[in-house]
């Protein structure tokens, strides 16, 4: 049972304009949201994070949007850039009380063309 | 410079020939982290040590274990790899449960 999903294995975008990458989770107990990217060869680096009790939250070229009744987030990249190329991988924590451990969702390679 | 290092990042092992992957991290993190990775699949979570206490995850199987002899080491044991068990391992630390993890950049398990 994938409890976090990202149904978009890929996504191809200009150089400049927006990227944007969609998670879908099912456990309402989730209560932090976290993006990674990975390059090959690489592990995930941490990117951005959302609380359960935010909507959005910014740093410099990335969003994170956070929709609980959709239980529903996406990144936004803009503008995008050709090293933004990676795999992106949301993921979700539990909160303490209910183990407090991450799951991940697949991933999605995101290609940016110059 | 490197936080969580992983060694070797390549290991080629023989089917149920015990292997052991290793971790160690300078960043005097208290929680470190072992997932399991397999091909175009998310990150699972095998088990995670906050200091020396041991947590297991339900669905981790009995052929993994793993030691943290001090802080800034852990060992994944593999006793007897079968074919299944070709994957990316990566480690993974953080300061508290609640915090970001940081990841090192994984060890490429082959069996052969």
């Known amino acids: 049972d994938q409890q976090v999903k990202q149904n978009s294995p890929s996504l191809s975008v200009q150089e400049g304009r927006i990227s944007i990458l969609n998670c879908d989770y099912t456990?309402?107990?989730?209560?932090?949201f976290l993006w990674y990217k990975k390059y090959p060869a690489e592990g995930p680096t941490f990117l951005i994070s959302?609380?359960?009790?935010?909507d959005k939250n910014e740093d410099g070229r990335f969003t994170v949007f956070l929709n609980k009744s959709a239980k529903h987030l996406s990144l936004h990249i803009v503008p995008s850039q050709p090293g933004d190329s990676a795999v992106y991988f949301c993921?979700?924590?539990?909160?303490?009380?209910?183990?407090?451990?991450?799951?991940f969702g697949g991933g999605t390679r995101l290609m940016v063309k110059p | 410079d490197a936080m969580v290092i992983q060694n070797p990042r390549y290991q080629v092992t023989q089917f149920g020939k015990p292997v052991t992957l290793s971790c160690s991290q300078t960043?005097?993190?208290?929680?470190m982290y072992w997932y399991q990775q397999k091909s175009s699949q998310a990150p699972k979570l095998l088990f995670h040590?906050?200091?020396?206490?041991?947590?297991n995850e339900a669905d981790t199987p009995d052929n993994f274990q793993s030691r943290r002899p001090n802080t800034s080491f852990c060992f994944l044991d593999i006793r007897s790899p079968g074919l299944g068990d070709a994957a990316m391992y990566l480690c993974?630390?953080?300061?508290?449960?609640?915090?970001?993890?940081?990841f090192g950049p994984g060890t490429r398990l082959l069996v052969l």
């Open positions: 959302i609380s359960s009790i935010k």
């Open positions: 456990n309402s107990m989730f209560d932090y």
């Open positions: 960043l005097n993190h208290n929680v």
């Open positions: 993921a979700a924590r539990t909160p303490p009380n209910a183990g407090n451990m991450l799951t």
């Open positions: 040590y906050y200091d020396k206490d041991f947590n």
């Open positions: 993974a630390t953080s300061r508290a449960r609640l915090e970001t993890q940081y």
